[in-house]
């Protein structure tokens, strides 16, 4: 493409009010993802950013699926690693929200990552698995696998994440 041509793409796209979750830590962990699953309550904004498609919930496991866009490609036309690294950073933190009862959260502490082949388009639909390995009072250890539309490994997090009582709302 020569500088004179444009392929210029839009994308728009609208989120809910993200204040209303805050009030919603009356639930436990699982019932809160559950809901969200079911449609019952909307996602928090960052899902509508990257084009989430679907969630599924279990205790100890949240399942994520996101069809690959060219609105996540980076300069070298895959998708981007932060995009990557936010669906597997959101597996594995709500796989140990779902472990969670009423008025208790958690922040990640870190996250690693391994990218093992680029994801393109033509890979299809991303499947991210996140899984808790282990959950103490305070902390907990938790991996998300994310595979592509042919069942291969595509990336591998571990995570670690804090836990603690929750502040009360309207602070």
């Given at each position: 493409m020569t500088q004179t041509q444009t392929a210029e793409r839009s994308r728009t796209f609208a989120w809910s009010d993200p204040t209303p979750h805050a009030g919603l830590l009356g639930r436990s962990g699982l019932e809160l993802l559950q809901a969200m699953a079911a449609g019952e309550i909307p996602p928090p904004p960052v899902m509508h950013?990257?084009?989430?498609?679907?969630m599924d919930v279990a205790e100890g496991s949240v399942t994520i699926h996101m069809d690959p866009q060219e609105f996540h490609y980076n300069l070298l036309g895959?998708?981007?690693g932060g995009v990557l690294s936010t669906l597997l950073d959101t597996g594995a933190a709500c796989a140990v929200q779902t472990t969670l009862p009423a008025g208790v959260g958690y922040t990640s502490l870190d996250l690693t990552v391994k990218f093992l082949r680029p994801v393109t388009l033509s890979s299809g639909r991303l499947t991210t698995t996140g899984t808790v390995l282990q959950r103490g009072r305070r902390t907990a250890l938790a991996e998300a696998r994310m595979t592509d539309a042919a069942g291969r490994l595509v990336a591998h997090a571990?995570?670690?994440c804090m836990i603690f009582e929750a502040p009360p709302t309207g602070r």
């Amino acid at each position: 493409m020569t500088q004179t041509q444009t392929a210029e793409r839009s994308r728009t796209f609208a989120w809910s009010d993200p204040t209303p979750h805050a009030g919603l830590l009356g639930r436990s962990g699982l019932e809160l993802l559950q809901a969200m699953a079911a449609g019952e309550i909307p996602p928090p904004p960052v899902m509508h950013l990257i084009d989430v498609v679907g969630m599924d919930v279990a205790e100890g496991s949240v399942t994520i699926h996101m069809d690959p866009q060219e609105f996540h490609y980076n300069l070298l036309g895959s998708v981007h690693g932060g995009v990557l690294s936010t669906l597997l950073d959101t597996g594995a933190a709500c796989a140990v929200q779902t472990t969670l009862p009423a008025g208790v959260g958690y922040t990640s502490l870190d996250l690693t990552v391994k990218f093992l082949r680029p994801v393109t388009l033509s890979s299809g639909r991303l499947t991210t698995t996140g899984t808790v390995l282990q959950r103490g009072r305070r902390t907990a250890l938790a991996e998300a696998r994310m595979t592509d539309a042919a069942g291969r490994l595509v990336a591998h997090a571990t995570s670690s994440c804090m836990i603690f009582e929750a502040p009360p709302t309207g602070r």
